[in-house]
């Protein structure tokens, strides 16, 4: 039977999935640098384009959580997206500054490219976040239930005429960079949230038409994958696929999550987003200096088991991270608590 934390959880579950898929395509971007791709390399890429989709229709779901109700305080709200985004973001870009220029920004145009996450591949996203978390509180008041539906198709509009129309190499920087190519995926996250009971209840009854979509979904993915196009965020028709394919997943796991038994770690999935490319580098470079990595590349059982490697240890640093943070925040905010107890007594 639908109940919300089933689906939250199944949500963070697709999130740790897409975690991974993310850094398997910087992993298989890497390998390009070392050997020429295989079909193994090309459909790990191909495959792993779903997981910024999803992360981006994920975020729009748990901000329109987060913004429901009519008491939501602006100060809470950025006070939060500064300690948990701003600021990692800034930091991770001036590492990213570091690792990959090894130099430190001094110039100007150095701030620029920190500021606007132009110092590593993966940082444009961060920096559209940035831009959408101002967007959907401004707005959080006329995007409701009641009308998202409407902004839904013209946020439809708005990502394909700018993608295809407007603004390539806008400021220098990439299309991507900038929220209007994001908006409709997004805002499916929102699309989701105030209709979720709905559409998972009706997907529990009517399971003939889960097993469709399941099915439908399967069949985009081997069409993505025996592509020559490479698809991406920015075609709507591989943005509507994933939905597709994330409500059907949820509707799938709404069976089995209680299972898993999963922790919901706040920040976990983020700091696995911002850490992976760094863990990729370095992990390039030992691997480069003392084997022979063109031999792992080749050997696609060893090029698994050293992606998976990568992997585990950003998911341990990450977590690390959303420890440290989490905990510390908790501590001061419990401190701050204890020191307001006599006053309001």
């Known amino acids: 039977m639908y109940s919300d934390k089933r689906l939250f959880s199944s949500l963070f579950f697709v999130q740790l999935l897409s975690s991974f898929l993310v850094l398997a395509g910087h992993y298989t971007a890497d390998v390009d640098d070392f050997i020429q791709w295989t079909f193994w390399e090309t459909a790990l890429n191909q495959i792993s384009r779903y997981g910024t989709v999803f992360l981006a229709i994920?975020?729009?779901f748990f901000t329109a959580h987060s913004l429901n109700g009519k008491s939501?305080?602006?100060?809470?709200?950025f006070k939060g997206k500064m300690k948990y985004i701003y600021i990692p973001f800034l930091l991770s870009s001036i590492l990213y500054f570091f690792i990959l220029r090894k130099d430190i920004p001094l110039q100007v145009a150095d701030w620029k490219d920190v500021l606007t996450g132009q110092t590593a591949g993966h940082l444009y996203f961060i920096f559209m976040l940035c831009q959408?978390?101002?967007?959907?509180?401004?707005?959080?008041?006329?995007?409701?239930?009641?009308?998202?539906?409407?902004?839904?198709?013209?946020?439809?509009?708005?990502?394909?005429?700018?993608?295809?129309?407007?603004?390539?190499?806008?400021?220098?920087?990439?299309?991507?960079?900038?929220?209007?190519?994001?908006?409709?995926?997004?805002?499916?996250?929102?699309?989701?949230?105030w209709?979720?009971?709905?559409?998972?209840?009706?997907?529990e009854r009517q399971k003939t038409i889960l097993v469709g979509l399941l099915a439908l979904s399967g069949l985009s993915m081997i069409y993505f994958i025996l592509s020559s196009k490479l698809?991406?965020?920015?075609?709507?028709?591989?943005?509507?696929?994933?939905?597709?394919?994330?409500?059907?997943?949820?509707?799938?796991?709404?069976?089995?999550?209680?299972?898993?038994?999963?922790?919901?770690?706040?920040?976990?999935?983020?700091?696995?987003?911002?850490?992976?490319?760094?863990?990729?580098?370095?992990?390039n470079r030992i691997m480069n200096e003392n084997f022979t990595i063109e031999w792992i590349f080749h050997n696609k059982?060893?090029?698994t088991l050293y992606l998976l490697a990568?992997?585990?240890?950003?998911?341990?640093?990450?977590?690390?991270?959303?420890?440290?943070?989490?905990?510390?925040?908790?501590?001061?905010?419990?401190?701050?608590?204890?020191?307001?107890?006599?006053?309001?007594?």
């Open 231 to 283: 698809y991406t965020a920015n075609h709507l028709t591989f943005v509507l696929a994933t939905f597709v394919l994330l409500v059907s997943g949820a509707a799938l796991l709404h069976y089995v999550i209680d299972a898993l038994h999963l922790r919901f770690q706040k920040g976990l999935t983020f700091y696995i987003y911002l850490l992976h490319p760094a863990f990729i580098v370095y992990g």
């Open 72 to 77: 939501v305080s602006g100060k809470r709200f």
């Open 132 to 193: 959408y978390y101002v967007f959907a509180y401004a707005f959080h008041r006329l995007l409701t239930k009641r009308t998202v539906a409407f902004f839904s198709v013209f946020f439809l509009v708005i990502q394909y005429a700018y993608i295809n129309i407007v603004a390539h190499g806008w400021l220098g920087l990439g299309v991507r960079h900038f929220l209007p190519t994001w908006i409709f995926t997004i805002y499916l996250g929102h699309l989701l949230y």
């Open 301 to 303: 059982l060893a090029s």
């Open 195 to 203: 209709y979720r009971e709905t559409i998972f209840t009706f997907l």
């Open 58 to 60: 994920i975020t729009g």
């Open 310 to 345: 990568i992997y585990v240890a950003t998911f341990a640093a990450s977590l690390l991270c959303a420890l440290i943070i989490n905990r510390g925040f908790d501590w001061l905010t419990s401190d701050q608590k204890r020191k307001q107890a006599p006053n309001n007594a």
